[in-house]
């Protein structure tokens, strides 16, 4: 079994920082990348920003500048430190891992964490 566990969440003011973590733990082979998404009230999940096992980073347009995505390959854990938040960052953010595992070796497949709350007041 795999897990995806986050912490990291809370209510902060704008203009504040939070940072994301999420550990992933199990029965894994390898992890190809892993990342953040987020899902506001009425909204759809969007992408924030994703990491892949090199290093390579992909960001949402409305974080760039503001969000930075790491990842440490030895924790199999990946963090996110949002800076400079904004009221419309207001969402439940959740921890994505497109992963191996010993059952399932050729092809990689999603996990998701359980979510945590970010809440921006303004």
């Known amino acids: 079994q795999v897990q995806l566990v986050e912490s990291g969440g809370g209510l902060v003011q704008a203009g504040g920082s939070l940072r994301l973590s999420c550990a992933a733990s199990g029965s894994i082979l390898r992890i190809n990348s892993m990342g953040w998404y987020r899902q506001a009230p009425g909204n759809e999940r969007e992408l924030v920003a994703t990491?892949?096992?090199?290093?390579?980073?992909n960001y949402a347009d409305s974080v760039k500048g503001r969000f930075t995505i790491s990842r440490d390959n030895a924790k199999n854990t990946v963090y996110l430190q949002m800076n400079s938040l904004k009221p419309g960052d207001t969402a439940v953010y959740y921890c994505?891992?497109?992963?191996?595992?010993?059952?399932?070796?050729?092809?990689?497949?999603?996990?998701w964490g359980q979510g945590t709350q970010v809440t921006v007041s303004s």
């Open positions: 994505n891992a497109l992963l191996t595992t010993p059952t399932n070796i050729w092809i990689p497949y999603n996990y």
């Open positions: 990491v892949t096992s090199t290093g390579a980073t």
